[in-house]
């Protein structure tokens, strides 16, 4: 088991960048990938982005291909979505999680990111 805490959210405008922060400390052998997911009030979690940990294998959804960047920094155990030119609907709260091979186990707290038009 993993704990996670993410960090980062905030309120922006269009085209504006943030740079959300997961920490992850526990038994961190026990998981192999670290990604990042959102949710809307009452949707569901949608996946955004994973990085296949220790490998610097990254894999990021469609809809934000090309604005985002998932990397990790082994050293101080955390991994960063760097988020860039956003756009209102990307708007949401944001949860890092850590899966053994795609199996997601532990989920962070939330960070909200808001962007205004």
């Known amino acids: 088991q993993v704990q996670l805490l993410g960090s980062g959210g905030g309120s922006v405008q269009t085209g504006g960048s943030l740079r959300l922060s997961c920490v992850v400390s526990g038994n961190t052998k026990s998981r192999n990938n670290i990604g990042w997911f959102r949710q809307a009030p009452e949707k569901e979690r949608v996946w955004v982005a994973t990085?296949?940990?220790?490998?610097?294998?990254?894999y990021s959804a469609d809809s934000v291909k090309g604005r985002i960047t998932i990397s990790e920094d082994n050293a101080k155990k955390t991994v960063y979505l760097q988020m860039n030119n956003l756009k209102p609907e990307d708007t949401d709260m944001y949860y890092c999680a850590a899966a053994w091979d795609g199996n997601w186990f532990d989920w962070g707290q939330g960070t909200q990111v808001t962007v205004g038009s």
């Open positions: 990085i296949l940990t220790g490998r610097a294998k990254t």
